[in-house]
């Protein structure tokens, strides 16, 4: 199931999404995606559009910590796969109660039909069968659908005949062998942050194996010092994989930063891999460098002998929360 949905992951950018009770004409001023998990990776996404973008991302219970006028100036996205996450539940009532222009992005439970009995502004995804973290060409169209960004619709519809997942496998299986009994971590620039964070979520959840990302120019005031290996850290840092994913927009500094700080790593003995993002067009580019990761995290549970698929330890920490 899990290689079949990374196979046909362009597919996702056919669906039309529908908005049901469209929304009000008037542009918010900021943009709080509340979703947990996979279901917040196209409020991700939509930052990396747009940077712009006044998009505020929020996996928690209730609303964020902003003063009341922010708030109501504000266009609240609850964005559950299921629609029956907790926090994102929690997330709409509190919304509703101070009376925010709201929106819902899931495939049915309690969510959708909170949507349909209140009167908000929905779209349903189609039930597919896929994992959340699976779905985000679905998820992306959708929030883009109820932001009115047709421009971006367009440009997402063509990558249901642009983007070509097998052509990512045999590269992923090789990288999954490279890092086998090591620990990845991600590093990007600032700009592309969250496409990092996106590879760290895949590693956790279909790879089954711990995973960290971080980001230029910050990790060079911090981070890389934890891995200037001496005789006595030498243990904690060789198990260790660092994948850099290099944007050809990147800031020249920054891809400057990039090598330097491969040389010193592999100088140091540690295992470093430079990922190029290419792709005929920004989100072509975008959701290249995300196949890969999937391709990836799929081998990677393979050669753990995991399932690739289920998230078991996710499904028993709900039902102790229960």
Do not use: C
């Amino acid at each position: 199931m899990m290689k079949d949905a990374i196979k046909n992951f362009h597919t996702q950018f056919a669906f039309v999404p529908k908005v049901i009770n469209p929304l009000p004409i008037r542009h918010p001023k900021r943009i709080i995606v509340a979703g947990m998990g996979g279901s917040h990776l196209a409020g991700d996404l939509l930052k990396v559009w747009n940077p712009k973008l006044d998009v505020y991302i929020h996996h928690d219970y209730g609303l964020p910590l902003l003063p009341e006028e922010e708030l109501k100036n504000s266009l609240i996205v609850a964005s559950s796969y299921s629609g029956n996450t907790e926090e994102t539940l929690d997330a709409f009532h509190e919304a509703q109660k101070n009376k925010l222009l709201t929106t819902v992005i899931s495939t049915g439970g309690r969510l959708l039909e909170l949507a349909k009995s209140s009167g908000v502004p929905y779209v349903e995804l189609p039930e597919t069968g896929i994992q959340p973290r699976m779905a985000t060409g679905l998820g992306l169209k959708a929030l883009f659908a109820l932001l009115g960004e047709t421009s971006a619709l367009k440009e997402l519809d063509a990558l249901s005949r642009t983007l070509k997942p097998p052509d990512f496998e045999s590269e992923g299986k090789k990288l999954a062998t490279e890092m086998q009994n090591f620990v990845p971590v991600i590093y990007a620039s600032s700009r592309n942050a969250l496409i990092a964070y996106n590879w760290k979520i895949k590693f956790n959840e279909t790879g089954k194996i711990p995973a960290f990302s971080n980001t230029f120019p910050e990790l060079n005031h911090n981070e890389m010092t934890g891995f200037d290996a001496k005789r006595p850290t030498k243990l904690l840092s060789e198990r260790f994989f660092f994948i850099t994913l290099e944007d050809e927009d990147d800031h020249p500094r920054n891809k400057k930063r990039m090598r330097i700080l491969e040389d010193l790593y592999k100088d140091r003995w540690l295992a470093v891999k430079r990922i190029e993002m290419k792709g005929d067009s920004f989100f072509h580019k975008i959701f290249s460098s995300l196949v890969l990761a999937d391709w990836t995290a799929f081998y990677t549970a393979e050669n753990y002998g995991v399932d690739p698929e289920q998230v078991p330890m996710v499904e028993e920490f709900k039902k102790l929360m229960k």
